[in-house]
């Protein structure tokens, strides 16, 4: 994890600072694992076939239960970028999200600029929606954001 975590080209575009130390990383692991303690929101690891090397992750970064919507977040090593690997794993988010946890809309959100993130989504099957106008603030700025989503409807029909 810290392998690409301290990457800043893998940092760019997400919402965490670029990791400096193997510390940043352990902060992270003690997070998702009391995440998993507490049966809450917790990240997946995506592995890579055959090694069970762990190359990124990826999970429901938000879930409104009373809304039956959750949004996906992932983020991969930049090594295996381009393989459709982070479609594979948001293919399989999706699919759990509709079969486990009976949602009716998955979105995944993107920096306008991201256009890596923005192709696995659509690979993922997912529509794009529009631009959420500084729909972000993070590291020092607002950012606009490109929404996209999948309907149980549309899942079902694929």
Known sequence: MYVYGSNPEVTKYVTWNTHQTIEDRKEFLKFALSQYERKELAPWGIERKGTGKLIGTIDFVEWKIPHRGAEIGFVLSQDWWGQRIAA??????????FTHMDLVRIQARCFVENAGSERVMQKAGMTYEGVIRKGMYAKGRASDLKMYSILREEYVSK
Do not use: R
């Open 88 to 97: 594979e794993a948001a293919k399989e988010v999706i699919k759990f999200g």
